[in-house]
């Protein structure tokens, strides 16, 4: 069993392991636990996925004026397509959430924190390809 947050309604779930890449949905509100997109997360739903996940948990910290930002965007998309089933890929938007920036000393955006059973496992900064997001999640898990 892999226990993950609903980034719907912040219930832990409790997913067997064949069936991460089955859809598998929140048993409280519905919601897809797995949708192999990037969501978006507010700084208490990020503090609870990151202590519940046992699933890679990647974070990219941006904000709406940051051109790499943007142009990081579209890839950060891809990579969390790409990586279903395998990670979870989130974003926190650090003017809306300056508590979690900083909490997390963020210096610099964009920049990916890889957490993994509770902990932070990795940390890159500046805009990346899908790819080295990839390679990025697949080291921190």
């Known amino acids: 069993m892999v226990k993950m947050v609903c980034f719907e309604c912040g219930q832990t779930n409790r997913v067997p392991q064949e069936r991460l890449t089955a859809g598998p949905k929140c048993g409280t509100c519905g919601a897809a636990l797995i949708e192999g997109k990037a ?10 996925a990151i202590r519940t996940d046992e699933m890679p948990l990647v974070v990219d910290f941006w904000a709406p004026w940051c051109g790499p930002c943007r142009m990081m965007a579209p890839e950060f998309s891809k990579a969390a397509a790409s990586l279903k089933g395998k990670a979870r890929l989130v974003k926190v938007n650090t003017e809306m959430h300056p508590q979690a920036s900083a909490s997390f000393g963020i210096r610099g955006i964009p920049t990916l924190i890889g957490f993994a059973g509770g902990r932070e496992s990795g940390r890159q900064s500046g805009a990346l390809p899908a790819a080295q997001i990839e390679a990025f999640a697949s080291r921190v898990g």
């Open 39 to 48: 969501r978006e997360l507010d700084a208490a739903t990020l503090a609870k």
